[in-house]
């Protein structure tokens, strides 16, 4: 069993209903969980936006509600991802790396045609450079993940414009 092998079960894991995996071969023994036993899966909370209230005198224009209350600019709501837009997400907690060495060219660029099985990006996770293939075909729209920074698992890597 090789390095892809155990990459081809860790997606098998994420992508089912199944919570654990465990093989044996030979002398070979490969466990796979989505989480530990008796721990309970994190939860993010976030916490409300402070909110500013302010009095307007009788007879007075209220303040405009597309500038914020210091002065930042105010940003639209991202439109939502059109159909033929997959995101291409992080299969586990690393850091996200664009080239195979600091020196070398990136793996892909935005505007680059990828195919299944073409190596995107490496994600280092425990001291191992675990390579991110496409399984789609498709054109890269936006890369979404900087270079040499921390990534979680499910964080959307690339945005691709399926072909």
Do not use: W
């Not at 089912?16 to 969980?33: F, G, M, N, W, Y």
């Not at 664009?98 to 195919?115: H, L, N, T, W």
């Amino acid at each position: 069993m090789n390095l892809n092998d155990v990459k081809r079960l860790i997606r098998l894991v994420e992508s089912s209903a199944i919570d654990e995996l465990e093989i044996h071969e030979d002398k070979l023994q490969i466990r796979v969980t989505k989480h530990r036993p008796g721990q309970a899966a994190p939860v993010m909370i976030p916490a409300p936006a402070p909110q500013v209230l302010q009095a307007v005198p009788a007879g007075a224009q209220p303040p405009r509600m597309d500038a914020s209350p210091h002065g930042a600019k105010v940003e639209p709501a991202p439109a939502p991802a059109a159909d033929n837009l997959v995101e291409i997400r992080s299969p586990m907690v690393g850091t996200f790396y664009r080239s195979p060495s600091p020196d070398a060219a990136p793996y892909v660029r935005e505007g680059d045609s990828i195919q299944p099985g073409k190596v995107l990006c490496i994600i280092e996770a425990m001291k191992l450079m675990n390579e991110i293939e496409a399984e789609i075909t498709g054109k890269i729209v936006k890369i979404l993940a900087e270079n040499a920074h921390p990534v979680e698992y499910n964080q959307p890597l690339f945005l691709v414009e399926k072909g």
